[in-house]
Each structure stands twice: as C-alpha cells, then as structure tokens.
C-alpha cells in the first residue's frame, strides 16, 4: 500500500538526505584513498594511527554508502525490514562517521607526531633499524631524513596526544562540527522511523 498524504512529503525529504549521504559516502572514500596514497610515501611499516585513519574512511564511506542504498531501496519499495535496517545502521554509524571526521582533521596535511606516546616507539619495531623513525615524523620531510635522525628535526610528540591536546583546544569546533553531522542523521532517523509507521500501519488495514 502506497503512503499518501504528509507521508509523500516525508518520503520525498527522506530521498533528499539519502542523496546527501551518497555524496558524503563518495567524499569520504575519495578523502581516504588521497590520504592513503599520501601516507603509503612516508610511512614505511607498522600499524600507526595515521597508517590506519585512511582505512577507516574508506570503510566508514563504505559502509555509509550501503546504509544510503539500503534506504533508498527501502523507501522506493516502501519495504518495512528495509527501513528498519536503514534506520539501525544510521544510528550505529553516527558515532563512528564524527570520530573519522576529527581525527581526519587532526592528521590533514602532514603527519606531525610520530608513534603512538612518542617517538621511541619505533624502537620497538624489529623490521626498524636503530636509530630510525619514518620519514614522516621529520619536521621537513625528505627521502631518508629519518635515518640517523637529529632529535630536533623530527617531532616528537605522539599522535595520541597529538589528539587529545587538538581536542582540548578545539573543544567547541568539533562539538559544532558533531552536532551539526549527528542533526542531518537524527533527521534521516526520524523522517526512516515515520515512513516504517506508516508502511505498518498500510500492512495492519490490509
């Protein structure tokens, strides 16, 4: 049974946010391949957490753009587990979409930490020779700059705390940023949970 009245309405708004979480999901993947091709130069082996940030962009677009398709054809076919399903994924990924957003932010441009507390981390890598770090964690970055480092021309600070200080800072931006995100989801959530109302309520007069 077709929706009518305010629930065309709804569909149709529902449409317009499945299309801006398409364009999201594609952003996202297109950010987390550049950032992958970025970082493969000048991350030379170990799982850091700028290493594994690009994957997890990738996989959040991903994911995100199933949980759009899964909604559209939800919505197109006014299927009830369809919208059900959506309406649970978008919720699940709301957390994890802003997560990926403040650490894509706090690693954009250039790598400048180096290791998860500081830079003697490598130390404990065997495929890492001694007195060695990746090129990434020199303050300018060439071919082998990390090779025999000079402690002053590479920076020192973890990436750990490289975020917890960023966000320290930066309190109110990324409470903004997550709000103004988690706002556009809440809305596909509620617009998701009225059109499954009324798809049930067709079933119950049928």
Not at 71 to 81: I, L, V
Not at 112 to 135: F, H, L, Q
Request: proline residues 2%; positive net charge.
């Amino acid at each position: 049974m077709a929706v009518e009245g305010g629930m065309k309405c709804v569909k149709f708004l529902l449409y317009v946010l499945l299309l801006a979480f398409c364009a999201c999901a594609v952003g996202l993947i297109a950010v987390g391949v550049g950032a992958q091709l970025v970082l493969s130069q000048t991350i030379i082996q170990g799982a850091t957490p700028g290493s594994l940030l690009p994957v997890v962009i990738i996989a959040v677009g991903v994911f995100l753009f199933l949980v759009a398709f899964v909604g559209c054809c939800g919505a197109c076919k006014e299927n009830y587990c369809l919208m059900i399903t959506f309406a649970i994924f978008l919720s699940l990924i709301m957390l994890v979409e802003v997560a990926a957003a403040i650490a894509g932010y706090v690693f954009r441009d250039k790598f400048k930490c180096c290791g998860a507390a500081n830079y003697t981390d490598w130390e404990k890598i065997p495929s890492m020779s001694k007195n060695r770090v990746p090129d990434s964690c020199c303050i300018n970055v060439t071919v082998g700059c990390g090779i025999n480092f000079n402690e002053k021309a590479i920076h020192k600070e973890g990436c750990v705390e490289k975020i917890g200080g960023w966000l320290r800072k930066n309190v109110l931006v990324v409470a903004a940023a997550a709000l103004g995100i988690a706002f556009v989801e809440v809305l596909g959530i509620v617009f998701a949970c009225c059109l499954v109302k009324s798809i049930r309520s067709g079933y119950e007069v049928m």
